[in-house]
């Protein structure tokens, strides 16, 4: 398009955000009119896409990383043919596709949920790195951010990312519009110290006035012909561009306009500008080719292993028998053991070092160009990443995560090292799955059944070594628990997985010894829980003990006691759990200090029978 036209699609861009905001009586369209002549440049003349084959593999790929702007999203979808004007005033009603912030959930043209400001550079950056180093192809991936999320740090996560990796099919255009939700941004109209944070991670930046269509257009082609880093557009516009009522007028962010009419008419009125969007150049996807076939590591009875150890051998293994398997880690392979893969598929390992909210978004960008990643660090440290793994949620994005090092029986680095709240966290994910594994086996299953579900998958792994308890032939489906000590007069049941699994099992020998028959049940599937196995336990044995290594709210006793909130009689159950802050200590040491041990165990198995038998 030339410059006339230009402007006349930029406008309508603006009017089809008032419009549709004034429909719904919501929305932000004074977000969406800063930035409609960056939109309308870029899908003019330098976005390559197929809008009727979002998949195509040659597509550019644009994120909106300020999400609360899809009126002008929206907007460019109808000019550009997808969706059409009666679509469009659909906008934020029941059952529309065009939701309030958008997701690829409704809509295949959008790459992954926004709205939850700073995710939207670092799944970019996700994006591209797969372009660089997974699919070796040429497309270029466009992230809008807006000045705001600027003081969010994963965008900086982002960024050196971004410049270590010299990802120059990346491109940033930041909408400096000067106002946020209450008031002015930090730096105002002050472009450079954008810039100056931009380059200081090694990217090429260009300051441009944001309604300059021509300025505009020489900025993307300059970014275009940029080779060895990201470049960074950082342009000046104004809040509300076009209309008196809104133009850089602060209290508006939010809002429709109050007179959308008359806006529209200082606008230039509605209009139906049609754009030919740029076809892709011819691509194929090229995924690694593995063997096809999956032979996990074995371990016999009794040897002591490391479930942290098995989850990186069976990662390795799944790595070769996949193509599509990615692994990512941050700076802590050596200990979740993850470099066993990285030294057998280094091609498809990215060290994201100690950045887990950016290696979770490099995760969600990978996963979105059709790879299968595994994300692995402490499940302590996995917190940090927390909004952007609730977010890959509502993407429908499907990623596993691996947390290791979990619980106090860690031992000495004391409770900064120790997830104790991983597995609540993860529990309240929509759709997601929680596996726990007590033995190298049953981990090594587990991984590799994760490959195969999808939401979010989270595998909580142990740091030290416990006795292999499966043969290597045993399956372990997800939604499934193992009963592995019962008999017709149990006089209780012991609900543990992981590291309290064996101390139960050491508490169910004790017990037995002195007469006291108990059940024992593996829980390895936390999410979703075995409900039949355990209803029917309860049935024999009137009486649950679940022991974890974890706080108490959250984990394994409240995945229990969930499998009898469906209206029936609830048995009576007891939690044994990490109530205290631990501090530094041995880990039989911790597991005794928080109760979780064999002894405890024990103990409130002998008290929990002698008052179940009391009149």
């Not at 960074?232 to 809040?239: C, E, G, N, V």
């Not at 740029?278 to 995924?287: D, F, G, Q, Y």
């Not at 399956?475 to 009963?483: A, H």
């Amino acid at each position: 398009m030339n410059t006339a036209e230009l402007v006349d699609l930029g406008q309508q861009l603006r009017v089809d955000s008032v419009r549709a905001s004034a429909a719904a009586g919501s929305g932000h369209p004074t977000s969406s009119m800063s930035a409609a002549d960056l939109m309308a440049v870029l899908l003019a003349n330098h976005l390559r896409y197929d809008f009727d084959r979002p998949e195509h593999p040659g597509n550019d790929r644009f994120v909106l990383s300020k999400g609360h702007a899809s009126p002008l999203l929206y907007s460019a979808f109808k000019a550009a043919g997808p969706i059409d004007d009666a679509e469009l005033l659909t906008f934020r009603e029941l059952g529309s596709r065009l939701e309030g912030h958008p997701t690829p959930q409704r809509l295949p043209w959008v790459e992954t949920a926004t709205g939850s400001l700073g995710q939207g550079l670092p799944i970019g950056v996700g994006i591209a790195l797969a372009g660089k180093r997974l699919d070796h192809a040429d497309y270029r991936v466009w992230v809008l951010c807006g000045d705001s999320e600027m003081a969010e740090g994963s965008i900086w996560e982002a960024a050196e990312a971004a410049g270590y990796e010299h990802l120059d099919n990346l491109t940033v255009i930041l909408d400096v519009n000067r106002l946020g939700q209450r008031g002015p941004t930090r730096h105002g109209h002050d472009l450079d110290a954008y810039a100056r944070r931009f380059r200081a991670f090694d990217w090429h930046t260009v300051e441009i006035d944001g309604h300059d269509v021509d300025a505009i257009d020489r900025a993307y082609g300059e970014a275009i012909s940029t080779k060895g880093q990201p470049t960074a557009i950082i342009a000046r516009t104004l809040k509300g561009k076009g209309a008196k009522e809104s133009e850089d007028r602060e209290g508006l962010h939010g809002k429709p306009l109050k007179n959308p009419d008359e806006a529209i008419e200082e606008l230039g009125g509605v209009r139906d500008v049609r754009v030919r969007v740029h076809e892709p150049p011819s691509a194929r996807s090229l995924h690694a080719v593995g063997n096809g076939s999956l032979e996990l590591p074995r371990w016999d009875k009794g040897e002591e292993v490391a479930t942290r150890d098995a989850y990186g051998q069976a990662l390795a293994a799944l790595g070769t028998a996949r193509g599509d398997v990615v692994a990512l880690d941050g700076e802590v392979g050596d200990s979740t053991r993850s470099e066993f893969f990285a030294k057998e598929h280094p091609d498809r390992y990215f060290e994201c070092y100690i950045a887990e909210q950016q290696m979770i978004a490099t995760a969600v960008g990978v996963a979105r160009r059709g790879w299968l990643p595994y994300a692995s660090t402490f499940a302590a440290f996995l917190s940090r990443a927390y909004d952007f793994v609730r977010m890959a949620s509502v993407s429908g994005s499907g990623i596993n995560l691996n947390g290791s090092h979990a619980g106090v029986a860690i031992g000495q680095d004391g409770p900064s090292q120790m997830g104790l709240e991983d597995l609540a966290m993860m529990r309240a994910v929509h759709g997601s799955t929680v596996l726990y594994p007590s033995d190298a086996n049953q981990a090594a299953k587990l991984v590799a059944e994760m490959a195969d579900l999808v939401g979010i998958r989270y595998l909580r792994t142990s740091r030290g070594a416990s006795p292999v308890l499966y043969g290597p032939d045993e399956e372990f489906p997800v939604g499934g628990s193992k009963v592995l000590r019962s008999s017709a007069g149990d006089r209780l049941t012991i609900v543990a997985a992981g590291v309290t699994l064996h101390e139960a099992l050491a508490a169910a020998d004790s017990l037995e010894r002195e007469g006291i028959p108990v059940r024992v049940i593996d829980l390895y599937s936390v999410k979703p829980v075995d409900r039949a196995t355990l209803r029917q336990a309860a049935e024999d044995t009137g009486c649950l003990l679940t022991v974890e290594d974890h706080h108490e709210e959250g984990g394994i006793g409240d995945a229990v006691l969930e499998a009898f909130l469906d209206g029936r009689p609830v048995p009576r159950l007891v939690r044994l759990a990490v109530r205290a802050m631990p501090g530094s200590a041995s880990p039989a040491e911790q597991l005794h200090a928080a109760g979780i041990d064999a002894e405890s165990i024990a103990a409130s198995a002998r008290l929990l029978v002698e008052e179940a038998v009391v009149p």
